[in-house]
């Protein structure tokens, strides 16, 4: 072991190499400037010097030029002659190291080993950077670097730093270095500068450990004489990355830098052994979390915002911060130069937006609906969406577990009918209405999949929900099918609904107990609902509609107004700008997030509990599917309705066959899967709200 701190100082020259030069002076005549003992030595001794030379390289090889060559203690002691004439050393005779062979009897005594020093006779330069380096300082331990073979190999073999087969060749030594730092190693392997180095070849362009971290002279990172000092990263990184540094010196980074604050460097943005390619998807997901390190309102902001929460997907079509404050030339928004000037304004968006409008620019990227002082209109209808969200779950969910109570009382009492499909059944959905509720269920399940993700982006199970189909921007487009689904049985209804009142003259859609109107009867329903929760009353007799599920009507025909409309703003923002503010695109944003959380919300947990999951339907009310009701049924739960027909004669034309076992099965599949689907979507909501993934 040695210590290169404290290497001892070099020999001026070796033995032989004073005889040499000693008999050269003393031929020119300097004899005055030589050591006495230099000029004493005859002109001759220097050439028996320099012809021993070869002779001893020779016979030293003659012997150790066997690999099966062992030390007295069992250690390898061979030298190939083919490997050392390949070596850097080939021109060196082994004397001038193994000095020891002039002044003893071989192999009587050892050579032994080849002290440090001798290394330093030529390479005095290195030494004193290695003493100098945290290498140096650190020489103790079972990784510190005991002699030059740790890094450079075995001097026998040893190549220049430039040769391919050099244990320091740009692509050698990547192994070399990772055999103490085996984590930065791992981390480079799976960098863009070890994809150019080791898998595509470019050794000139891409950059290994020396090109960052120097040669002999590495320091810390605290180390102010480190390359990769926070202060010296940018020049480290710009001996390759020249135009981005000259872009990064003049921005506001590179001001704070220039002017000996801390400000964000090459490291703070790229990871320095693991630097991907900033334009992957997944980088660009990273891209807000390390800028949200010193900008934390704009990082929390731009998280909230689509922007954000689809970058957090990896939609790589999604702006992230570079794209609109640019990579490395980012400056404030007051400076004429600034991408986000406001005469710079339309070139930033319009890189994704087509025909920008003035309108449409004043669009807040950072909103915070909840700062009233940002947009008083934002704020207000952020506070309207919250309260409607938190009015209509709070008086659902104490209805319906009032309700889930009184159920599970009266199916043990035996108060409800057997849920049988056989016998006489009643109907009470045509055709062409069951073909539209299965469709709406198809088209709802398919939003809320595509748009819970991206409601909670943040939360663990969006990004794979999201990759089932096949990733943010294809369900970006299934998100918009599913849209266009819904206006279409939206305006299916409406015309059919105006056909029947314009040109059959039909009466009762509007009031009356075929109507899904809210009428005076509806609260004393209500009221009666309540005692009967509460085991003070008889449960009301209801018509042919319950006020639960014309409120699940209203709430659909609200919800796809609301939805579709904000949805066709965010769908098309330079469209809507051309007729409303740019705020509106904040507004939109905020009503349709929090209307599309209510809707699925309500449908999983309420409407389902009101049809399929309350104990008197359970397991599934088939009626929406096969339109049929069994007659039991009919009569326990409308029996106003019974009664009406009965006294109008209608009753027998209403009556319809039972359900075959194939339309059972098939309704019972599709209505189970829709069902679960619904109620792992209602578990994922709460599982993103329990974790913190709610923005």
């Known amino acids: 072991m040695w210590d290169l701190a404290l290497a001892p100082a070099r020999r001026s020259m070796s033995a032989l190499s004073r005889l040499a030069l000693a008999g050269l002076l003393w031929g020119l005549g300097a004899v005055v400037s030589m050591p006495a003992w230099a000029q004493a030595a005859p002109p001759a001794a220097a050439a028996s010097a320099a012809a021993a030379k070869p002779a001893t390289r020779d016979k030293c090889l003659g012997c150790h030029d066997d690999k099966d060559m062992k030390s007295e203690a069992g250690k390898p002691v061979f030298v ?48 004193k950077a290695v003493a100098g380096s945290i290498h140096g300082r650190r020489a103790a331990g079972e990784r510190a670097i005991k002699d030059c073979n740790a890094c450079h190999g075995s001097l026998h073999t040893v190549h220049k730093s430039g040769d391919p087969a050099s244990p320091l060749s740009p692509v050698n ?54 390359t990769t000092h926070h202060a010296r990263i940018p020049e480290t990184c710009g001996s390759c990355h020249k135009g981005i540094l000259r872009e990064w010196q003049d921005s506001a980074h590179g001001a704070l830098v220039s002017a000996g604050k801390d400000g964000p460097v090459c490291s703070n943005c790229h990871e320095p052994h693991a630097i991907r390619r900033p334009d992957t998807a997944q980088v660009r997901h990273q891209v807000a979390d390390r800028c949200g390190d010193c900008h934390t309102q704009g990082g929390k902001s731009f998280r909230d915002s689509y922007h954000g929460k689809a970058t957090s997907l990896n939609n790589q079509q999604a702006a992230a911060c570079a794209d609109c404050h640019t990579p490395h030339a980012n400056l404030p928004k007051s400076n004429p130069k600034s991408s986000i000037h406001p005469d710079n304004l339309a070139k930033t968006c319009g890189a994704c937006h087509q025909n920008v409008n003035a309108s449409f620019l004043t669009f807040d990227p950072h909103a915070n609906p909840g700062d009233a002082s940002r947009n008083p209109y934002v704020y207000w209808i952020y506070i309207g969406m919250t309260g409607l969200l938190l009015g209509v779950f709070g008086f659902f969910g104490l209805h319906g577990l009032l309700w889930l109570q009184r159920a599970l009382v009266g199916k043990l009492r035996g108060e409800f009918p057997p849920h049988e499909h056989t016998g006489a059944h009643v109907r009470r959905f045509h055709g062409m209405q069951v073909a539209m509720h299965v469709t709406i269920v198809v088209s709802f399940l398919l939003l809320a999949a595509t748009g819970l993700p991206l409601k909670f982006a943040e939360a663990p199970w969006s990004a794979s929900l999201m990759s089932i189909f096949g990733g943010a921007q294809v369900a970006g487009w299934l998100h918009r099918f599913a849209g266009v689904v819904t206006f279409g049985y939206f305006a299916w209804h409406i015309s059919a609904v105006l056909y029947s009142v314009v040109v059959k003259k039909e009466r009762g859609f509007f009031w009356g107990p075929r109507s899904m109107m809210p009428q005076p009867k509806d609260l004393f329903d209500f009221i009666g609902m309540m005692k009967y929760f509460f085991y003070l009353g008889p449960r009301p007799k209801f018509d042919h509609f319950t006020y639960w599920e014309k409120f699940d ?90 009664e009406r027909l009965m006294k109008e004669g209608k009753f027998e034309e209403r009556l319809a066959p039972a359900p075959t076992a194939l339309e059972l099965r098939l309704t019972y599949i599709f209505g189970f899967t829709a069902v679960a689907i619904g109620v792992l979507l209602a578990a994922f909501i709460f599982w993103a709200l329990l974790t913190g993934g709610f923005h």
């Open 80 to 127: 190939l002659a083919d490997d050392f004439a390949r070596s850097a050393h080939r021109k060196i005779d082994c004397a001038e190291c193994h000095d020891a062979a002039l002044t003893v009897k071989h192999p009587r005594n050892p050579l032994g080993a080849v002290k440090p020093q001798v290394c330093q006779d030529c390479h005095a330069d290195e030494f």
């Open 173 to 226: 030594q990547i192994q070399t270095c990772g055999a103490c730092h085996e984590d930065v190693l791992k981390n480079y392997e799976k960098s863009e500068h070890a994809r150019g180095l080791l898998k595509s070849g470019l050794v000139e362009g891409s950059p290994s450990c020396s090109s960052c971290h120097g040669k002999h002279d590495v320091h810390a990172k605290d180390d102010k004489a480190a």
């Open 553 to 642: 009507y209203l709430a659909v025909f609200w919800g796809v107004a609301i939805i579709g409309i904000s949805g066709l703003v965010l769908w098309f923002p330079t469209t809507a700008t051309m007729l409303l503010p740019g705020w509106a695109l904040n507004a939109a944003y905020v009503i349709h997030s929090d209307e599309a959380l209510l809707a699925t919300g309500f449908i999983f947990l309420f409407h389902f509990l009101h049809t399929h999951l309350r104990p008197e339907s359970f397991p599934m009310d088939t009626v929406v599917f096969t339109g049929r009701m069994p007659l039991a049924t009919f009569k326990h739960e409308r029996p106003l309705e019974y």
